[in-house]
T-cell receptor, first 111, second 110 residues
Framework: EADIYQTPRYLVIGTGKKITLECSQTMGHDKMYWYQQDPGMELHLIHYSYGVNSTEKGDLSSESTVSRIRTEHFPLTLESARPSHTSQYLC??????????FGSGTRLTVV | QKEVEQNSGPLSVPEGAIASLNCTYSDRGSQSFFWYRQYSGKSPELIMFIYSNGDKEDGRFTAQLNKASQYVSLLIRDSQPSDSATYLCAVKQAGTALIFGKGTTLSVSS
């Protein structure tokens, strides 16, 4: 079944650690996105990609990096986690149409 | 700055009533408009999209778009308790990612 997968589902990590949030999709979508969402708040775009070796920064990109080496894989890396990074991170993809399919999200807590 | 505005609610309606959710956007170049439903603790799921002025119906849901007024709405007919969720309006220009509003929380009482 075509889908979009995020791992881990939950992560608790210490300040200063480097972390990578994984996102993979099996739908063959060219476009992939990372959003950050705090409880009760709107989604903020972190990074997006329109294809292999193509990445763009969103509004909250300054403290993270992404790569797109394969179509199906779009990992997000925080080089040095801080408590302010505590949030839910949502990965999404889209194909020919504009509608996004979201993964289940990674809930990150930095202590 | 491009903005998408929604009344955060909560909007409370009785079961069987029509729920009306509204959204305004600031960028006149916006081309695509989406409504997502998000249950507490879950990811957003797409329920409607609309590209042209007018109404678009899908089951109990109707999306309405007025580009001149920069206004998009979602009507939910025969509201059910299972419709209780946060509804996110999202707007897209060509070549850019979706911009989301903060969402309107809908509560349907039985």
């Amino acid at each position: 079944e075509a889908d979009i997968y995020q791992t881990p589902r939950y992560l608790v990590i210490g300040t200063g650690k480097k972390i990578t949030l994984e996102c993979s999709q099996t739908m063959g979508h060219d476009k992939m996105y990372w959003y950050q969402q705090d409880p009760g708040m709107e989604l903020h775009l972190i990074h997006y990609s329109y294809g292999v070796n193509s990445t763009e920064k969103g509004d909250l990109s300054s403290e993270s990096t992404v790569s797109r080496i394969r179509t199906e894989h779009f990992p997000l890396t925080l080089e040095s986690a801080r408590p302010s990074h505590t949030s839910q991170y949502l990965c999404a993809s889209s194909g020919q149409g504009d509608g996004y399919t979201f993964g289940s999200g990674t809930r990150l807590t930095v202590v | 700055q491009k903005e998408v505005e929604q009344n955060s609610g909560p909007l409370s309606v009785p079961e069987g009533a029509i729920a009306s959710l509204n959204c305004t956007y600031s960028d006149r170049g916006s081309q695509s408009f989406f409504w997502y439903r998000q249950y507490s603790g879950k990811s957003p799921e797409l329920i409607m999209f609309i590209y042209s002025n007018g109404d678009k119906e899908d089951g109990r849901f109707t999306a309405q778009l007025n580009k001149a007024s920069q206004y998009v709405s979602l009507l939910i007919r025969d509201s059910q308790p299972s419709d209780s969720a946060t509804y996110l309006c999202a707007v897209k220009q060509a070549g850019t990612a979706l911009i989301f509003g903060k969402g309107t929380t809908l509560s349907v009482s039985s």
